[in-house]
C-alpha cells in the first residue's frame, strides 16, 4: 500500500484539470476539420486512458498482495457505447467488473471506491458488478444489459475473463434464446423510440434516440450479432447480408450524425443529442451552407440531416425484418394461407412474395415494379423485405417519367381506399414515387424551419395522405364527406402534391398549381381530372382561412366561396383535404373547435352548391333551435295563455339580436340558460360564470352584463384577463335585442400548471366585473399582478412583420379588422383598446394564436352600428392600429411582464 501526499480535492481538480485537457483536444480535432468518426475513437481510447489510471491510483490503497489478487480473478471491460469506442466529449462511462468469486470481496471494496472517484471527476460511471455466470444471468432478465454485452472491451484485469464472458453471453443469452433476444431489443428500441421521437423527420431530433438516429444503426448491430457474431458493417457486407450500397450510406450517416453529435457536446459542455432549432440555425451557419432558391441555409443543413436519418432508418426496417424469426405459429399459419397468385408471386394473409429466382424477370422497369405495387394494394398486404430491396435496387437505375402504362397503374393505385396512403409511403421509401412525379424529389427532407410545422414536407404529405383514409371509418361530418367522394384518386393526387411547391421563392400554392398541372399532363389525366386537381393544389390554404379567420354564417362569404368552388364534388375533396392538412401538421393541431367551425362552415357550402337558397335553410335551421330554446325556458304549465305568448314575444325579439355565429354555435340548451339569466338581470347587474375544463386544461369565462357596460366591453375584460395572466386562446361576443352583453372568453390559466381551483376563477371573475364597472383600471390590475422578470420577452421564432388590413369586401354590415402580430402578454388588450378609442364597436372576434404568432380578426361598426367603408377611414383605422402595435412591440409589451 502507498501513501499519497495529494490531497482529496487536489486529486479531484488533477482529473477535473485533465478530463478538460481531453475535451479541449477533440474540440481542437473538431475544429481542424477531423471526421467526427476519428474524434470518437480519439476520445475512446484517450478515456480508456484515463479510466485505467483512476482505476489504478484507486488500487494504490490496496496492498500490493490484494493488487494481484485483482488484477488476476477480475477484469474492467467497456460495454454499450464505451465497448463500441464511439464516444462524444460528455457521454457517460459503460462498465461491467467481471470477477471470480474467490475475489468478491475485494471487488466490492474496489466498486466502492472507484464508483465516487468518477462522479467526483466530473464523470457519470454506468458500472454492474457480476460473475461470468450471473452477468449472463441477468442479462436475460435485463434486456438493456444485453444489448450493451454486444460491444465488449477489455480494459484491464484478466483478459480471459472478457473472453468468458462474450462466450457465455452468446451461447446462453443469445444464441439458445435467438428470436426472444432480437424481439427484446426491437421492443425495447420501440419503447425509446416512443419517447424520443417516432418519426425521423422530427423536426427536433435526438440525433441519438430519434427515428433514424444512431440507435437504429445500433439496433442493425445487435440484430447482425445475434444472426452472424458479427456488428461490424463491413463485415456484413462481405457477407453478402448488406448491400454495398446500404453498407456506405449507413457507414456515411453514422459519420454524419457523430460529428453532429460531437459538435453538440463540445457548444453546450455537457452531455446533449438533441438538435434543437437554435443548434440547428448555429451549426448551418458553422457548416457554410449558403442560401439558395426558397430554402434558407438551415432548411439546406436539415435536409442533408433528413437524408441520413431516413437512409438509416429504413435500411435498419428492411434488414431487421428480414432478421426478425417468426414463431412456429406464424410460420405454419404463413404455409397454411399462402398461396400463389400467378406465376411469379406468393401471397400471404399480410404478405407479397417472390422467390429469389424470379425476382430478375418481374422487377425490371418502372411498369414492373408499379404492378407490384398494385397487386399488394389490390390484396391489401406488404411488399416483403426481399421484394423491397429488389424494387430499390432498380428504381436506382430507371429514368424518371411515367409510361401510359405507370400513370393508369399508379392512379389505380391511388383509388384503393385502405391500402394507398400505405403504398405511397413504400414507393417514397425506395424512391419509386419520384419516378413517377419527378417533383418529388425536392420535397424529400425537405424542412419547413418555423413553429408551426411538426415534420418536414414529405413526411407532412405523407401523414395527410394516412390521416385523409382513417377518415373512411370516422363517424363525423369529414368522415362522410370522404366515403361520399366518388373519384377519391383524384383527392389522394391532390394530397400528394399539396405542397410540392415549397422550397421556392413563390408562394407554394401559385407554383403548385402550375406543377399540378404539368403533372397531371404526364399522368394522361382529363382536363376535367386535371382542373379538379390544380384547383384542390391551389385553393388548399382557402377553406381554413376562410373557416378559421372570418364569420362563416355571413351569406356573401358563403356565396362567394362557392362559386369559387363550383362543385359538391370537390366541395367535398376540399374539405377533406384541408381537415387532413391541418390533422397533418402535428400533434393536437386538429381540434374540435377547429373541426366543428369547419364541419359548419362546410355545411352551408353543400347547402348552396346542393342549389337550395341558403337562407330558407338557415331560418330552418334556425327556427329548430328557437323551437329547443322554447321547450328549455317556456314554463311546462304556464300561469296564463297570455304569460305563455308574452314570454315566447320576448324569446323571439332576443334571439332576433343575437347574431347568427351565437345561436348556431351555442347549444340551445345554454342558449336557454343565457335567456333565463337576461330575464331576471337587474339593472347594472354583471352575472359572470367560470368553468375549468380538465379535458383541454383551459377556462372558460362566461360574461353577461347590463346593455350599461356594453361600450368598450370586450377591452375591459380582455385587460383584466391579461393583467391577471391568462392567456386568450378565443373569444365569441354578441349582445340580445336590448344590448345585453354575452361574451365568452377561452382561457389558459398561466399561473396555474393543473386544475384551476374554484376560489382562483372567483377571484377572475370579481375582477371582471370590477372592470366592466371601472371600479379599478387594466393598468391597475397590470401593477397589482405584476411578474418581476430580469430579461426581455424573446424576439419573435417567425420574424413575420406586424400587419394590419382593413376589409371592406367580406361583410355586408361590418368592416373586417384583421392583424398579424408577434404574441405577447396584452397585445388583445392594446389591440382592443386601440380599436374603442377609435370610437369602434366589436361585434364579432376571432382569436387564433399560432405559437408565437397572432392572427386576430374582428368585425366592427361605428358607435351607431354602421360599416365603415370609406378609402380615408379605412387607411386612418389602419394606420393608427400599426402605429400602437409599433409602439407596443418596442416599448409598452414591457408594461405586462414586469
Not at 434464446?177 to 424481439?183: I, M, T
Not at 362522410?480 to 393526387?493: C, E, F, G, S, W
Amino acid at each position: 500500500m502507498t501513501m499519497s501526499t495529494e490531497s482529496p480535492a487536489e486529486r479531484i481538480q488533477r482529473r477535473k484539470q485533465a478530463l478538460a485537457k481531453i475535451r479541449e483536444r477533440a474540440s481542437q480535432l473538431f475544429a481542424e476539420g477531423a471526421r467526427g468518426m476519428q474524434i470518437a475513437s480519439w476520445l475512446s481510447d484517450a478515456m480508456d486512458t484515463y479510466t485505467i489510471e483512476i482505476l489504478q491510483e484507486t488500487l494504490a490503497d490496496f496492498t500490493e498482495a490484494e493488487q494481484r489478487e485483482l488484477a488476476q480473478n477480475s477484469a474492467m471491460i467497456a460495454i454499450g457505447g464505451s465497448g463500441r469506442g464511439e464516444v462524444a466529449p460528455y457521454s457517460d462511462s459503460d462498465m461491467i467488473f467481471i470477477f471470480q468469486p474467490r475475489v468478491a470481496s475485494l471487488i466490492a471494496r474496489l466498486t466502492k471506491r472507484i464508483v465516487p472517484e468518477f462522479w467526483d471527476a466530473g464523470i457519470k460511471l454506468g458500472q454492474r458488478v457480476h460473475t461470468v455466470r450471473d452477468a449472463a444471468a441477468s442479462a436475460i432478465a435485463d434486456p438493456h444489459l444485453a444489448s450493451s454485452l454486444v460491444h465488449i472491451r477489455s480494459l484491464w484485469g484478466d483478459e480471459s475473463l472478457a473472453a468468458q464472458l462474450k462466450t457465455q453471453f452468446y451461447r446462453k443469452v443469445v444464441r439458445s434464446r435467438l428470436r426472444v433476444f432480437v424481439d427484446d431489443c426491437i421492443e425495447g428500441r420501440e419503447e425509446e423510440r416512443a419517447t424520443h421521437g417516432a418519426t425521423c423527420q422530427q423536426l427536433e431530433p435526438d440525433v441519438k434516440k430519434s427515428l433514424g438516429s444512431l440507435r437504429d444503426v445500433h439496433l442493425l448491430q445487435w440484430v447482425a450479432f445475434a444472426h452472424y457474431q458479427t456488428s461490424d458493417i463491413d463485415s456484413l457486407r462481405r457477407k453478402n447480408v448488406l448491400t454495398s450500397d446500404d453498407a456506405v450510406r449507413l457507414k456515411q450517416g453514422v459519420e454524419f450524425l457523430t460529428r453532429v453529435r460531437i459538435d453538440l457536446h463540445l457548444h453546450a459542455g455537457k452531455a446533449n443529442d438533441t438538435l434543437s432549432k437554435d443548434e440547428q440555425l448555429r451549426i448551418a451557419k458553422a457548416r457554410d451552407f449558403a442560401h439558395v432558391e426558397g430554402q434558407r441555409p438551415v432548411e439546406r443543413f436539415m435536409q442533408e440531416y433528413f437524408s441520413h436519418s431516413m437512409a438509416i432508418a429504413e435500411i435498419t426496417q428492411r434488414f431487421v425484418s428480414r432478421h426478425r424469426r417468426r414463431s412456429i405459429a406464424s410460420i405454419v399459419k404463413r404455409q397454411v394461407m399462402s398461396h400463389r397468385v400467378n406465376r411469379y408471386f406468393v401471397l400471404s394473409d399480410s404478405e407479397l412474395d417472390v422467390s429469389p429466382s424470379r425476382l430478375t424477370k418481374i422487377c425490371t422497369t418502372l411498369d414492373d415494379i408499379l404492378r407490384i405495387y398494385h397487386s399488394a394494394a389490390m390484396y391489401r398486404v406488404s411488399l416483403s423485405p426481399r421484394l423491397i430491396e429488389a424494387i430499390k435496387s432498380t428504381a436506382r437505375n430507371l429514368p424518371s417519367g411515367p409510361s401510359p402504362e405507370s400513370s393508369r397503374l399508379f392512379m389505380e393505385i391511388l383509388g384503393t381506399v385502405g391500402r394507398c396512403s400505405a403504398t405511397i409511403r413504400s414507393m417514397h421509401e425506395t424512391n419509386v414515387l419520384e419516378l413517377v412525379i419527378p417533383e418529388w424529389q425536392r420535397v424529400r427532407c425537405l424542412l419547413q424551419f418555423n413553429q408551426y410545422h411538426h415534420f418536414t414536407v414529405d413526411e407532412h404529405t405523407l401523414r395527410c395522405l394516412e390521416i385523409c383514409e382513417s377518415f373512411a371509418d370516422e363517424d363525423s361530418p369529414v368522415g362522410a364527406a370522404y366515403r361520399n367522394i366518388h373519384v377519391k384518386q383524384l383527392l389522394h393526387l391532390a394530397l400528394i402534391l399539396h405542397d410540392a411547391g415549397k422550397g421556392f421563392e413563390e408562394e407554394h400554392s401559385e407554383l403548385g398549381r402550375r406543377m399540378a398541372l404539368d403533372i397531371c399532363q404526364r399522368l394522361r389525366l382529363s382536363q376535367h381530372e386535371t382542373g379538379i386537381v390544380s384547383f384542390l393544389v391551389h385553393k388548399h390554404l382557402k377553406m381554413a382561412d376562410l373557416g378559421f379567420r372570418y364569420d362563416t354564417t355571413d351569406p356573401q362569404v358563403v356565396l362567394e366561396f362557392s362559386h369559387e368552388v363550383g362543385s359538391a364534388e370537390k366541395l367535398r375533396m376540399l374539405f377533406v383535404l384541408t381537415a387532413a392538412d391541418v390533422s397533418g401538421v402535428g400533434p393536437g393541431v386538429w381540434t374540435s373547435w377547429k373541426a366543428d367551425l369547419l364541419a359548419d362552415f362546410y355545411k352551408r357550402l353543400m347547402t348552396t352548391l346542393s342549389g337550395q337558397p341558403p337562407r330558407f335553410h338557415e331560418e330552418e335551421r334556425l327556427r329548430e333551435i328557437r323551437a329547443h330554446v322554447y321547450d328549455s325556458i317556456v314554463p311546462l304549465e304556464p300561469e296564463s295563455d297570455e304569460i305563455a305568448t308574452s314570454l315566447r314575444q320576448w324569446v323571439d325579439k332576443q334571439l332576433d339580436g343575437f347574431s347568427s355565429q351565437y345561436l348556431t354555435m351555442t347549444p340551445p340548451s345554454m342558449i336557454a340558460r343565457d335567456l333565463d339569466i337576461i330575464r331576471s338581470l337587474g339593472p347594472g347587474e354583471i352575472r359572470v360564470d367560470g368553468r375549468y375544463d380538465k379535458t383541454s386544461g383551459t377556462t372558460d369565462y362566461h360574461v353577461i352584463a347590463d346593455s350599461l357596460y356594453s361600450r368598450g366591453a370586450f377591452h375591459r375584460i380582455s385587460g383584466v384577463l391579461t393583467a391577471r395572466h391568462m392567456q386568450i386562446l378565443g373569444a365569441e361576443i354578441t349582445t340580445s335585442f336590448d344590448g345585453i352583453i354575452v361574451d365568452t372568453f377561452h382561457v389558459i390559466d398561466e399561473d396555474y400548471s393543473g386544475v384551476v381551483p374554484q376560489s382562483r376563477i372567483d377571484e377572475v371573475a370579481s375582477s371582471i366585473v370590477q372592470g366592466l364597472r371601472q371600479e379599478v383600471t387594466a393598468k391597475e390590475l397590470f401593477h397589482r399582478h405584476r411578474r418581476y422578470v430580469t430579461e426581455d420577452a424573446e424576439a419573435p421564432t417567425m420574424g413575420l412583420p406586424t400587419r394590419v388590413e382593413v376589409d371592406t369586401d367580406t361583410s355586408d354590415k361590418a368592416t373586417v379588422v384583421l392583424v398579424f402580430a408577434h404574441d405577447r402578454p396584452g397585445l388583445l388588450y392594446t389591440i382592443s383598446r386601440t380599436l374603442f378609442k377609435l370610437n369602434l364597436s366589436i361585434d364579432l372576434a376571432r382569436i387564433a394564436t399560432h405559437f408565437d404568432q397572432v392572427v386576430d380578426v374582428f368585425y366592427v361598426t361605428d358607435n351607431d352600428g354602421r360599416k365603415i367603408t370609406s378609402d380615408e377611414q379605412c387607411e386612418a383605422i389602419r394606420s393608427r392600429m400599426l402605429e400602437e402595435l409599433e409602439k407596443f412591440e418596442l416599448s409598452t409589451h414591457r408594461d405586462f411582464v414586469s
